[in-house]
């Protein structure tokens, strides 16, 4: 069993900031990549920002240039530090990993339980 916690969310201004943070607990053998997704109301979810274990960084069109996402893979963790906030970044935001599970070795996709993001205007 695997499971994502975010912390990190909340009410900014447009033009602030904010970092989340995401924290993979349980049966890890390894992560293979970590990031970010996001849902606004009445949209599809879609992707913010993702890390591969090797790899460079991704980023949606509308986070580049503003979001910076990065893992530390000692501790099983990835945040977003996201700058210059505007009134549609406003969504639950879901921390994403593709996991390794110890002793299986079978491959897992698990979700974070979201976390609210709302940037008034």
């Known amino acids: 069993q695997v499971q994502l916690v975010e912390s990190g969310g909340g009410l900014v201004q447009a033009g602030g900031s904010l970092r989340l943070s995401c924290a993979a607990s349980g049966s890890v053998f390894r992560i293979n990549a970590m990031g970010w997704y996001r849902q606004a109301p009445g949209k599809q979810r879609e992707l913010v920002a993702f890390?591969?274990?090797?790899?460079?960084?991704n980023y949606s069109e509308s986070a580049k240039g503003r979001f910076t996402v990065s893992r530390d893979n000692a501790k099983n963790t990835v945040s977003l530090q996201m700058n210059s906030l505007k009134f549609e970044d406003t969504a639950v935001y879901y921390c994403?990993?593709?996991?390794?599970?110890?002793?299986?070795?079978?491959?897992?996709?698990?979700w974070g339980q979201g976390t609210l993001v709302t940037v008034s205007s």
């Open positions: 890390i591969p274990s090797g790899g460079s960084t």
């Open positions: 994403n990993a593709v996991i390794v599970l110890r002793q299986s070795f079978r491959v897992q996709e698990v």
